[in-house]
T-cell receptor
């Protein structure tokens, strides 16, 4: 069964705006990871946040994790057209494999 | 060269045919995975392997089999393909601590 559920399913914004995506999961985790997928291509790892961390930054990306609510958010600041892609959260529960959510499709128009 | 390669990239086949999808990696990772992606369903785990002697079923292994020929090679077989196996298939690798997965470009499989 799938662990993570992203919200919203789809998001459309203008260039320069911020994009926020949320992920909820069901069971305890070792870490949570975010991935990006350009149309029909392989996923690319963006950022990992451990269960004992609350916030992490990487360039224009900011990830938060609230283990009490079993949720995470990914913020992309100052979005660009090139950020148009699908974004997936994935959880590591038992150190064996990642379980992926269904993804958020982000569209950034110029 | 790409770290994780998959062949073929596209395949159209008929119901009942045997199909093999191949994956090779140059990351030096011990762990390899096969996922399937369907529109609106995200990625679902088919099989994973921690080394050449370790094969584990994932969430949706029925109708699939795998072979880990070497540390760098992990193939996925559909013994008798059926139309609902039409999907995008991804191979991925990771280190022992699962600090991130590296994905291949995918194989788009259509079963008629």
């Amino acid at each position: 069964s799938q662990q993570g559920e992203e919200d919203p399913q789809a998001l459309s914004i203008q260039e320069g705006e911020n994009a926020t995506m949320n992920c909820s999961y069901k069971t305890s985790i070792n870490n949570l990871q975010w991935y990006r997928q350009n149309s029909g291509r392989g996923l690319v790892h963006l950022i990992l946040i451990r269960s004992n961390e609350r916030e992490k930054h990487s360039g224009r990306l900011r990830v938060t994790l609230d283990t009490s609510k079993k949720s995470s958010s990914l913020l992309i600041t100052a979005s660009r057209a090139a950020d148009t892609a699908s974004y997936f959260c994935a959880t590591d529960q038992a150190g064996t494999a990642l379980i992926f959510g269904k993804g958020t499709t982000l569209s950034v128009s110029s | 060269d790409a770290d994780v390669t998959q062949t073929p990239r596209n395949r159209i086949t008929k119901t009942g045919k045997r199909i093999m999808l191949e994956c090779s990696q140059t990351k030096g990772h011990d762990r390899m995975y096969w996922y399937r992606q369907d529109p609106g369903l995200g990625l679902r785990l088919i099989y994973y392997s921690f080394d050449v002697k370790d094969i584990n079923k994932g969430e949706i292994s029925d109708g699939y089999s795998v072979s880990r020929q070497a540390q760098a090679k992990f193939s996925l077989s559909l013994e008798s393909a059926i139309p609902n196996q039409t999907a995008l298939y991804f191979c991925a690798t990771s280190d022992l601590r699962l600090r991130g997965m590296f994905f291949g470009p995918g194989t788009r499989l259509t079963v008629l």
